[in-house]
Structures are given as structure tokens and as C-alpha cells.
């Protein structure tokens, strides 16, 4: 132990072979919780354990920068941002403007409707590539990850990838068309699905009613990529437990 010093321990098990780690992965414009801190802290010493063993270790921070809620957030924030609290404190104005989108749509039914339709308007928008969308969403992703890089320092842990939910969108229409050439995607009241009846599962939502894309799709996107991108030996997932389902739903899906 003293001659091989902090060399102790390691092995080379795994060399030549890649190793993707996702963790942490926290929401844009909102704050970190004690979840995260758990995943973070997890995610990085699996990374660290399999660095000593001699993998290539790939850290992946897989943002939820995607989705309908930054439809909700970008209609939120047209109608009730305030721009000298988005300087000063971007996360604390970003999570008080969500807050108040769902707050609104309590008032009534009518303001519900009105609310929700504008946010799967911006959504559609955002999908689509318009300009105005865009820069909203790139700012709020820009600001959030400026806060949560502070988080990262004073922890030691950096990533060697922010892939996030975005960043694979536009590779969703080749998922759909590979599960389509596979027969396994259904049309089910709009939506398109797969279903996973063999497997004890409740379907696999790929494709919702509305055409837009949901997390199950994207991670399916981000799975296919990785494997062509750097062709891994283990892509771990640190995730909380109320994710069980869903990455249930994605490996079956995988492996149907």
C-alpha cells in the first residue's frame, strides 16, 4: 500500500472499453434539491471506481432542458417575467414564474384552457425551430447552467458531456421510424405507442396526440446515439427511484 501510494487499488480490467456515466441531470430553471445532491455524489464515485478499473469513463450530465414545461415556462415568462430578477437571481425568477403559470390555471376552467393551449402552442413552436422560442429557451438554459456550474465547483465534479434532453430531438424522427420498421409502434387515441403487455408494462408513450415528443422518446434518441457515438461496454443511469417505471419502459423497448 505505501509503494504504490494513491496508486493502490487500481487495475486495468477495462481497458479499451468505454463506460457512460449519466448523473445529476437536474432540471433547467429550477433549483437544486437534495435529490440531486444524492445522484451527483453517487454518479460521480461510480465514475471514479470505474476510472481506477481501467475504463474510459464518459460523464454525462443529461439536462431536462426539453418538454412541455418550457412551453408553460416561455408563456409564463411573457406574461409575468421580470427582467431585473431574471439578472439578479434566474432560477429563484424562473421556478416563481412556473409556479405562478400553475396557480393561473387554477383561477378557472377557462383560464386552464387558454393557458395550457398557448403552452403547447410554444412548445410546437420550440420543436419547430422559431427564432423567438428558441432564444427564450436558449437563455434560460444558458442561466441555469452559469448556476448550477457554481454547484459543480465547489463539489469538485465536472462532466465531460451536457448532452440534454434538447440535443436530441431531432434525432427522434429516425427512433420513430426504426420502431415503425420494426412494427412496434401503434397508433393508440392519437398517440403512438408501444406496447409492452408481455413485459407487465403499461405502453411505452413515444410520439403524444399532439405530435410532440416526451421523455421516453428522447431518451431512446440519446441511447442509439451513445451506442453509435462511442460505441459503450455500460451506459449507467444514477436516477431516483420514481424513474423506475419509465427506464423499465425504455430498456424493454430496447430490447423488443
Not at 415568462?77 to 396557480?103: C, Q, S
Not at 421510424?177 to 406496447?195: N, T
Request: with cysteine.
Amino acid at each position: 500500500i505505501i509503494s504504490e501510494g494513491d496508486q493502490y487499488g487500481n487495475r486495468n480490467i477495462g481497458e479499451g472499453k468505454n463506460v457512460i456515466v449519466e448523473f445529476s441531470s437536474p432540471n433547467i430553471a429550477k433549483p437544486f434539491h437534495v435529490g440531486h445532491a444524492f445522484t451527483t455524489i453517487l454518479g460521480n464515485s461510480l465514475s471514479n471506481i470505474y476510472s481506477r478499473l481501467g475504463y474510459n469513463v464518459i460523464r454525462f450530465n443529461h439536462l431536462g432542458d426539453y418538454g412541455t414545461q418550457f412551453g408553460k415556462l416561455i408563456t409564463a415568462y411573457r406574461l409575468w417575467g421580470d427582467e431585473k430578477a431574471m439578472e439578479e437571481n434566474p432560477i429563484d425568477e424562473l421556478t416563481r414564474i412556473y409556479v405562478k403559470f400553475h396557480d393561473e390555471c387554477k383561477v378557472s376552467p377557462e383560464a386552464e384552457k387558454e393557458l395550457e393551449d398557448t403552452a403547447r402552442d410554444n412548445f410546437r413552436k420550440l420543436e419547430e425551430g422559431e427564432e423567438e422560442e428558441v432564444a427564450l429557451w436558449k437563455r434560460f438554459r444558458d442561466l441555469s447552467l452559469e448556476v448550477f456550474e457554481k454547484t459543480y465547483k465547489r463539489m469538485g465534479i465536472k462532466f465531460d458531456n451536457y448532452n440534454g434532453e434538447s440535443f436530441y430531438s431531432s434525432r427522434i424522427p429516425g427512433v420513430v421510424k426504426m420502431l415503425e420498421d420494426k412494427g412496434l409502434l401503434e397508433e393508440s387515441e392519437g398517440a403512438k405507442v408501444v406496447k409492452l403487455e408481455d413485459e407487465g408494462l403499461p405502453p411505452c408513450l413515444v410520439v403524444k396526440s399532439d405530435g410532440t415528443t416526451i421523455y421516453a422518446s428522447r431518451d431512446l434518441a440519446a441511447v442509439l446515439y451513445r451506442h453509435d457515438e462511442f460505441n459503450f461496454y455500460k451506459n449507467i443511469y444514477v436516477v431516483g427511484l420514481p424513474q423506475q417505471l419509465h427506464f423499465k419502459q425504455v430498456f424493454a423497448v430496447l430490447t423488443t
